[in-house]
């Protein structure tokens, strides 16, 4: 690790300033994903800004009746939220799919938005990488693959966003409030991450120096049909090589709206809501999840090692949808 | 301070030494006031400054548990805190479980049931389990089995885990009624 200069900000505004007035700058919440990368060199911050006393600890319900989480609450404290557990289950249950109860403990829930990359060839300074090194090639491609991405990849990076949180939050189209230099904005959740193209080395749409302040929740929390399915090596404290969020609002058998989103597949949570959308006003039944899992997996391109996940993912799908539908029928 | 001195455009990397942090925290009951560089991280205050080895430094990734300790009666990885971070905090390590020759029923558990063999994992394993039992979210030994999970055992001590923390947590349930 570099040697680095520290300050604790009391205030969003002190926060955002601190970035500016350092060359490189960054903020550390629960440290959980930044100590990890300064420790192999992948990050290497010349002033760190703790923004864990920042006062946005707060889960409140939201005039439109959705729920706000403050960016610094942990992702224990989420789950374990008692209008979380009741609204909002499958936010409850993707979170602790995740890590470990300490590291649940740590992390933040703006924080785990902005983690990186768990590709191996990122973490290891010695071997190529377009993400850590802008041109100096993709290790992944023609390398070990297994845990790589099988949608939206390009020939300079084909690694995927390793958050379970993130795929529940686009599931539920979740909205992430931003502060920055420029002032306020709002992000939908489909326009927070981004694809590769030829820009690996950014993850996500937002400028140097914005914080995330919370993140909104709709009012419809999909608590009646809801399931995440997450297929990993072990069955826990490992990331998903692919996992499913999948949320049903039924009348009977019949489907009024359908939610799915990836994870483990793409450089972003991978939703599509025009597959969605052919199940609405639909039956609940197999044959017709297999066809939004089909139009979802869309131009899926293995590389080898992950190839097996062009069928994996669609049968991780059905079986989601399926599961959720069984949940409970009104 | 001025940070601006210490950074020179040579890379991304300050060429000088930052000046050390003063940082005020409680450890194990005792309050302590210390100076330290801002990249050590909590485990490796307790281990390289105070002396508290009892916390053990596995993986330095977070990925194995060896370094829990228990902040503000959290269980954490220090590998992955800066002790800057902590100030104001209360840390709890192995060291301060016990209440002078009155070990922790988490303690005794783990020896009736065996629940080590090289021991390295159980500084971690114990201090982990008494925050799932301050957590209270366990009900089933399915639940203890998840919710231990983030305590890797290279000795595959895991039945006499599992025992140990299932008697424990009865043992703190009733002493709490
Ligand atoms: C062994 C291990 C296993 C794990 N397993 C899983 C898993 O199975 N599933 C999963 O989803 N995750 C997993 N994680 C990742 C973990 O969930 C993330 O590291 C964590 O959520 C990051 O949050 P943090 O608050 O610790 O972020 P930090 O490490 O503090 O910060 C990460 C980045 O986000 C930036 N940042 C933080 N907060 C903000 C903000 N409010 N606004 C703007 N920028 C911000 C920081 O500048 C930094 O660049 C695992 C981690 C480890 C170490
Ligand atoms: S997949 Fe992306 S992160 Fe991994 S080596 Fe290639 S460029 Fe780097
Ligand atoms: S040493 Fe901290 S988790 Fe392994
Ligand atoms: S007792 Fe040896 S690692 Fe657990």
Not at chain 2, 31 to 50: C, G, M
Not at chain 2, 62 to 70: D, E, I, S, W
Request: glycine share 8%; aromatic share 6%; hydrophobic share 40%.
């Amino acid at each position: 690790m570099n040697s680095f200069t520290y300050t604790r900000a009391e205030t969003v505004d002190t926060a955002i300033g601190e970035i500016k007035a350092h060359h490189t700058a960054k903020f550390i919440a629960g440290g959980t994903n930044i100590l990890d990368l300064m420790k192999e060199n992948v990050e290497r911050p010349d002033h760190l800004v703790d923004i864990t006393r920042l006062p946005l600890k707060q889960i409140e319900t939201l005039p439109d009746g959705g729920l706000r989480l403050g960016a610094l609450v942990t992702n224990a404290d989420t789950a374990y939220h008692p209008e979380v557990q009741k609204r909002y289950p499958l936010l409850s249950k993707t979170i602790l799919a995740g890590a470990s109860a300490q590291l649940r403990n740590m992390a933040t829930d703006g924080g785990n938005l902005f983690q990186r990359t768990r590709c191996y060839y990122f973490y290891d300074t010695a071997t190529p990488c377009n993400k850590r090194e802008p041109g100096s090639g993709c290790s992944a491609i023609n390398g070990f693959n297994r845990i790589h991405a099988i949608l939206g990849t390009s020939e300079h990076c084909i690694a995927t966003h390793p958050s379970d949180m993130a795929v529940a939050l686009a599931a539920l189209e979740a909205t992430i409030r931003v502060s920055g230099p420029n002032g306020e904005r709002t992000l939908a959740m489909a326009d927070f991450h981004r694809l590769p193209g030829d820009k690996p080395q950014y993850d996500n749409n937002l400028e140097a120096g914005e914080i995330v302040t919370s993140i909104d929740l709709p009012a419809n929390g999909f608590a009646n049909n809801y399931n995440y399915l997450k297929l990993r090596d072990r069955s826990s404290y490992a990331f998903a090589l692919v996992s499913v969020a999948a949320a049903l609002e039924l009348e009977g058998d019949t489907i009024r709206e359908a939610r799915v989103a990836l994870g483990g597949v793409a450089h972003m949570p991978w939703r599509k809501p025009e597959a969605e959308a052919l199940l609405k006003g639909q039956k609940a039944t197999k044959e017709n999840f297999r066809k939004v899992a089909e139009a979802l997996l869309e131009g899926a391109k293995g590389f080898g090692a992950n190839t097996f996940k062009i069928e994996l993912a669609p049968r991780a799908i059905v079986r989601a949808l399926v599961m959720a539908t069984e949940m409970k029928k009104k | 301070m001025s940070s601006k001195v210490l950074t020179k455009p040579l890379g991304d990397v300050p060429v000088a030494l930052p000046p050390l942090q003063r940082v005020t925290l409680t450890i194990n009951g005792a309050e302590k006031q210390l100076e330290v560089a801002p990249w050590t991280s909590l485990l490796d205050l307790l281990r390289e400054y105070l002396d508290l080895t009892g916390t053990k430094k596995g993986c330095d990734h977070g990925q194995c548990g060896a370094c829990t300790v228990l902040v503000d009666g959290k269980r954490i990885n220090s590998c992955l805190s800066l002790a800057v971070m902590q100030e104001g905090k209360e840390i709890t390590t192995i060291e301060g479980l016990a209440k002078g020759d009155q070990l922790h029923p988490v303690q005794e558990a783990f020896i009736e049931h065996d629940a080590f063999q090289c021991g390295y994992c159980t500084p971690g394993q114990i201090c982990s389990a008494v925050g799932l039992i301050n957590e209270g979210h366990a009900k089933t030994t399915e639940d203890i089995q998840e919710l231990m999970s983030g305590n890797i055992c290279r000795c595959g001590a895991y039945v006499g885990i599992t025992a140990a923390v299932e008697q424990a947590l009865k043992v703190c349930q009733s002493n709490a009624q």
